[in-house]
């Protein structure tokens, strides 16, 4: 069970809620509704309670954390950077970790045949920056080549890229972009290449080549507006996990090239091997003109965001006007501690073999969620890799999702909690995507806890 009131933890809440306003809730839930959990410190795929507790870290605390908290080898990469260089602006100057970082960023991203590979690394500090930074390039491009006329941008219907204004105009999730409408460029959204649309009989592909089709019709309506699209490669994740076909990403590329159109690939929630392959643009042979990534860049030590450009995009910016530079910055652009960070989490990649190991571990995933799949009122598991996904609908039926003043979702989250279990439900969309450092008797505890929590949020139903 969670502290009780009057223990130490307690205290520890209440002088938290004295003084802080916490990301992405409504305060007044706090800490009744939603409990709120005092984090002492953090060990491997764990997290341990001021009560000494300890909580599965189901989430990768919000999809950073790749190899476990408190990960030594990144402590000290960036233990050893801060006794050099904490930092230094990046206007005028340069250091080792950034030019390091970048040269090892662009060796892995994914290469095209034929096509031109990402070339450039522009830095910022997370991702909803880097998003901004990739849109800004692309209107920007077209700008000085005295292109006027293409100032709007495409994205998928369901799509999240971030909660400043520019990410949140391509963004397609109501709760977020509702209250900010009136401050939001207009964005053209395409129908989702999502599975979940599949008519009766069509197979996902299928269902994702029908939503490539959707997009080459807008392309044509929208001929000589559009700057770029933008996408989540294979996994629409703050919109419910929701999982489609790279046939969709190779047909979008094909038809962006026809159109001069941009393709942003948005692998902040989705690279360094969340999905099975380093990045997912790999599973569809693509490369994108833009791609953005952070989340798991610096293993979920420290915030840093890098947008990846390709050297005609990069070219579009060099003149004799200062105007026509990238006029774009942030304070700790290229900080050296979590560039330093970065590098350590990619020498772990490269030490430990993570993604051949992370096939076993996804493979173990699967036949827990049949388990849980099996449950009354779960519809529509899914997995890409080291995530796996399911809904909770009335009887399993996807077209009868429970009221949701019931709030199933957050019944099944506490329920988790108390039971030791770090989950945080997208509405009534559970989803598992854990550290990489899990090991199988970890994910054996995770289904088991995840099942008990259903049962107990959906029993009143």
């Known amino acids: 069970m969670l502290a009780e009131p009057g223990d130490a933890a307690s205290h520890w809440r209440d002088r938290d809620l004295a003084v802080l ?56 990469a960036i233990s050893r950077q801060a006794r050099t260089l904490e930092h230094v602006i990046l206007a005028g100057c340069s ?23 990402l070339a450039k690394v522009f830095y910022a ?25 293409r100032t709007r941008f495409i994205a998928l219907e369901g799509g999240y890229h971030g909660e ?33 649309n599949a008519r009766e009989g069509e197979s996902d592909e299928a269902c994702a080549l029908r939503a490539a089709d959707a997009l080459a019709a807008v392309l044509e309506q929208h001929a000589g507006e559009v700057c770029a699209m933008i996408l989540e ?32 690939a948005d692998e902040i929630a989705v690279g360094f091997g969340r999905t099975g392959t380093m ?79 992370n096939q076993a571990l996804a493979a173990h995933m699967g036949e827990l969620a049949l388990g849980v799949a099996g449950h009354r009122h779960v519809a529509q598991l899914r997995q890409a890799g080291m995530i796996v996904a399911f809904d909770l609908a009335r009887d399993g039926d996807r077209d009868a999702p429970f009221e949701s003043d019931l709030r199933i979702g957050l019944g099944a989250y506490r329920a988790a909690l108390a039971r030791g279990v770090l989950l945080r439900p997208l509405g009534d969309t559970l989803y598992w995507m854990p550290p990489y450092c899990v090991d199988e008797a970890t994910l054996d505890q995770l289904a088991q806890v995840t099942a008990e929590a259903i049962a107990e949020a959906t029993a009143c139903a």
């Open 21 to 76: 306003w916490h990301p992405c809730t409504q305060m007044r839930e706090h800490p009744d509704t939603m409990p709120l959990l005092p984090v002492a410190r953090g060990e491997g795929a764990f997290l341990v309670g001021h009560d000494g507790r300890r909580y599965l870290d189901a989430i990768s605390s919000w999809w950073t954390n790749l190899f476990g908290h408190a990960e030594p080898r990144i402590a000290e």
């Open 233 to 264: 490669p294979r996994v629409q994740c703050a919109g419910g996990m929701r999982m489609h076909h790279p046939a969709y990403l190779a047909r979008a590329r094909a038809l962006c090239d026809a159109h001069g159109v941009f393709l942003i």
């Open 125 to 149: 500090d997370n991702g909803s920056a880097g998003v901004e930074v990739a849109l800004k390039m692309a209107f920007h491009w077209f700008r000085n080549r005295g292109d006027t006329g």
């Open 279 to 357: 990045f997912a643009c790999e599973q569809a042979g693509i490369t994108p003109d833009l791609m953005c990534l952070s989340k798991g860049l610096t293993g979920g030590s420290l915030p840093l965001a890098a947008v990846l450009a390709t050297q005609a995009l990069y070219d579009g910016f060099l003149d004799d006007s200062r105007e026509r530079a990238f006029l774009h910055s942030h304070s700790y652009t290229g900080n050296p501690l979590a560039c330093a960070a970065a590098i350590a989490t990619l020498d772990i990649f490269d030490s430990d073999g993570v993604l051949e190991r």
């Open 164 to 196: 400043t204004l520019g990410a949140l105009a391509v963004g397609d999730i109501p709760l977020y972009r509702r209250v900010y409408a009136p401050l939001l460029a207009e964005a053209v959204f395409v129908p989702s290449p999502d599975a979940w």
């Open 95 to 117: 250091h080792m970790p950034a030019v390091e970082l970048a040269e090892r960023l662009l060796q892995l991203a994914p290469r095209q045949p034929g096509r031109p590979p």
